[in-house]
Every structure is written in C-alpha cells, then in structure tokens.
C-alpha cells in the first residue's frame, strides 16, 4: 500500500519501538529529515483527507479481528516486547502485519489532530464502556499491565506471602514443598524471611498485600486491578509474639498499616473487614517451642549438633542430649551449642530427620501433626480461598 510505505519511515520504528540504521551519523540525519517534515505534507502528498486515515485503520483492525485466531489475546501481545510479534505464524502474523499498518495511520493521524488538522480519536480508543470502539485492537500499548494480567490469570504477584523467622526455617521449608510436590514458585507461594522474630514487618506486609483497586459503580465497590494477596507470618511463640492476645495485636497493627495506603474514601468499616481478612498470624507450636523444638527430638537436635561438632574436647552424646533438655525447658537458642557452625548448617544436619518424619506420617496419613506440614496446608489452602480475577470489595456493608 503506497500511504503504508509513504508513513512507515516516519512512523513504523515508533511503534516497533527500535530504529535500525547502518551509523551513528545516519540517527542524526534521521533525526534532522524527521523535525523537517511538516505534518501535513504526506496528506497533501497523498491527496487525501484525515478522516480517509482513521475509517481505512478501522477497516484494517476490522480485517484484522476476522482473521486473527488470538481472539482476545491480542491485548497481551500488544504489551509485549514488538520482536516477539514477529515470531507469530499464519493468520496470527498476517493480523499483526494489518494491525501495523492500521497503528502507522493512526499515529499520523493523532499528530494531526494534535496540530488541529484532525478530529480527535475517542480517548484511549474506547468509545465507552459497554461499546467496542473500532480502534479497541490497535497495537498502541494501554499500560496497566496488572489489571490486563489480574484479567487473563496471568499475574505475577504471590497468591500467599508466607513470612518465615530465620535461616533455619528458610533453608528447610522449600525442601518441604517439593517433597510434598507443592510448586515451589514466587507468584503461588513467596516464602519470605523475617530475620527475626522481632524484626518490624510492617512496610513489607503494606507493600506485599495491599489492594490496588479504582472505586466504580458510584462508589460502591473498589474494583481490583491486581489479585488479592494473602499473608501468613509464622514464628516461634517468644519475644513480641509469646502469647495469643500479643499476636492479635501485631496483627491488628498490620491491619491498620495496610489501610492507611488506601486513599481517604477506601477507609471504611467494610474494607477493614475485607484486609483482615488478608493478614494471618501463626507459631509453630502454641506451648511456645521454637522451630527446632517443635519438630525434633532433645536426642534427634544432639546427635545432629554432635556431627557438627569439630572440636577434640566436646561434650558426651548424653551430656548434649541433657543441654538441649535444659535449653528447651526454658525457650533457650541453640546456637549457644553451636562452636563452629551455624543454624543453617544444623538445619541441613536436620533435614534427613525431618524428611523421614514426613515421609513416615503420609503412609499414616498424620503429616498435618507435623507443624510445618500444617503450616504449608494452612498457606496453600489460602492460596485458593479467594478468585485470582473479577474482585471487588464493598465500600460499606450491606
């Protein structure tokens, strides 16, 4: 088509997003032929009148839509980097080529809107909400990516982030999870590490789940433009999480932080009670152990630190199983057993126990007694409670 080739010097490297030339000094050439084009000499050039630019593009996109079998997936590939376009095949390729050509017009044809010579087309293409506008299927990317993803299941965000205390349980809790055939990938479960059980959460947890979302339907609803994510922080029942009522008052704090990144009309009663719904609190065991404690054996924790242990004068097998008693009964931290090695390395030490144990309890069918089985149920059971597209949460109550 003699308008397409007349354009596509001028407009094709704008919408491909790159520009080929054989120098340096030929991007300044370029650069100069572009600023001495005046907008309306390719019109005048091509004896024709603006509105034969965006009626012959409408017809393009509408040749395009009936011979594209993307269908509705066209509006993730126009967000896609322009080289992947060119690996499409067949009718796919062949309503990419139309939608090229359709996009060069239209950009013409908004520059000279822009200098008054045009009409404007309807804003961001769309000629309202419930109606396709003919030029809905341009190539010009929208940006939005979460909304666009959230609707074609396609995000990246977590649909749990679960918040771990330390090294020890970090180390152990994937091995879990493929042991359990569980998917072991950032945007289903991200296992995050705390560093502490005293460590402050709170700008992560406000950043992680916060919802996103534009208010509609008068107000009514906000209207999700990313998926809900869940959070499940998971520590050893010491320090500022020791008792039950501490807990529910971390929790709660977390609550209000996630609120407070919502604007001033989102901070109502019914959308509190929606992020409470977000935010989950839990230890290992409720008599307050920690991780070891709660999963090992005063023998099992000694004869791993034992193996560890390098040194020519150490404690007897028995003396250590005896330190290790004395430690649990009063919440002690076990590196003080540690010469030499580290949490992690006893985690590893560790770990052939652990898969046994787990192992054992699913011929049984017991592993959910095993804490960090109930701890990966827990999270992967809110994994799902809630659709990963089309929510919306109620302004107020009903």
Known sequence: ????????????????????????NAFDEYDRWRERQRVGSTL?????RPVWLRDTAALLLAQADGIDPLGDWIDIVREA?????LRLSGRARSAIDLRLAAEIFLRYYEDLARAGRAAPLP?????????????????????????????????????VVLVLEGA????????????LDVRVDDNYIRVQDAE????????????????????EQDGRY????????????????????????MRAARRQSWIERVLRTLPPEQQTAAVRASVARLVHVDVWNRGGASFEYAHFTDRQIALAIDGLDRRSRRPTLEKLVEL????????????????GTSKPDLAEALWPVLETKIRRALERGTERRIPIVRVLDRAISLAHEIRRSNVVIPIDKH
């Open 1 to 24: 088509m003699v308008a397409v080739s007349a354009l596509e010097a001028r407009y094709h490297s704008a919408v491909v997003g790159r520009l080929r030339l054989p120098s340096l």
């Open 44 to 48: 005048r050039w091509l004896g024709v």
């Open 81 to 85: 980097d322009p080289e992947r376009w």
């Open 123 to 159: 804003s961001d293409g769309l000629a309202g909400r419930w109606v396709r506008s003919d030029f809905e299927r341009r190539l010009k990317p929208r940006g939005g990516l979460d909304d666009l993803l959230t609707r074609f299941g396609l995000s990246p965000h977590p649909r």
């Open 168 to 179: 020890t349980e970090m180390r152990l809790l994937p091995r879990v999870m493929k042991l």
């Open 196 to 215: 502490g059980v005293t460590a402050n959460l709170s700008a992560l947890v406000a950043y992680a789940i916060a919802p996103r979302g534009a208010l």
């Open 222 to 245: 906000i209207a999700l433009t990313r998926p809900l994510t869940r959070l499940l922080s998971v520590t050893d029942a010491e320090g500022p999480r020791a008792t039950a009522a």
């Open 324 to 339: 290790v008693r004395k430690l649990r009964e009063r919440h002690g931290n076990l590196e003080m057993l540690l010469h």
